[in-house]
Every structure is written in C-alpha cells, then in structure tokens.
C-alpha cells in the first residue's frame, strides 16, 4: 500500500520560505500526478497546487500564483512544495496527495485517491 509522508513544515515569519516535501513509499510502481491541497482553520481543504507525472506540467492556484513552486524528483518518489514570501493567510495544514485517475494535472479533490497525514505551517510574527 501505498503511503505519503509530508514533512519540512513549521512556524515561520512573514515573507520566509519554507519547503515542504512529500515522500511516497510502498508498492509504487511509478509515480502518478500529484498535488498539495490545504485547510485553514474553520475552513474547507482548498487546491494549491499540482504537477504531471513527468513534471512536464504544473498549475498552482491564484492565491499562490508566483510565491509557490510545485516539483518533483521521480528517482526519489518526493513531490516537493517550494513556499516563499509567506503570508498569514497561508497559515494551514499542508497536505499531499497523489492522483489514481490521471497522470495529467488536476484540481479536483475527488481525483486524489491517497493522502498524506499533513504538516502544519503557521506564519506569523
């Protein structure tokens, strides 16, 4: 089975950087699409961003648009999360997950059939 486990999260200031990464283990024969999705505090799990198989393509949602960078090295089944000038609102719990029907980029949170624990980062001064 296969599992995800997301790390590099923490407490951060104002406009820092932070790198997440997301490291897939188990039977995984190739990695499929995958994505970093968040939940703020009384909020709904909301989409941030998501890379193909090949890492050919990416998207990232508007609110992160320029500030996160979504990567990824096949050799090391790790999906990394490359968060800079950080903002409170990007306080959340940071989740990864992989997508079991397409190899294509994808938004949709029903398309992501398995989930890591998540990782917590707060900014905040």
């Known amino acids: 089975q296969v599992q995800l486990v997301e790390s590099g999260g923490g407490l951060v200031q104002p406009g820092g950087s932070l790198r997440l990464s997301c490291a897939a283990s188990g039977s995984i024969f190739s990695m499929p699409a995958m994505g970093w999705f968040r939940q703020a505090p009384g909020k709904d799990r909301e989409f941030v961003a998501a890379?193909?198989?090949?890492?050919?393509?990416?998207d990232c949602a508007d609110s992160v648009k320029g500030r996160f960078t979504i990567s990824r090295d096949n050799t090391k089944n790790t999906v990394y999360l490359q968060m800079s000038s950080l903002k409170p609102d990007d306080t959340a719990v940071y989740y990864c997950a992989a997508n079991i029907r397409r190899w294509s980029v994808s938004r949709s949170q029903a398309e992501y059939g398995i989930w890591g624990q998540g990782t917590q980062v707060t900014v905040s001064s």
């Open positions: 890379i193909s198989r090949t890492g050919e393509d990416t």
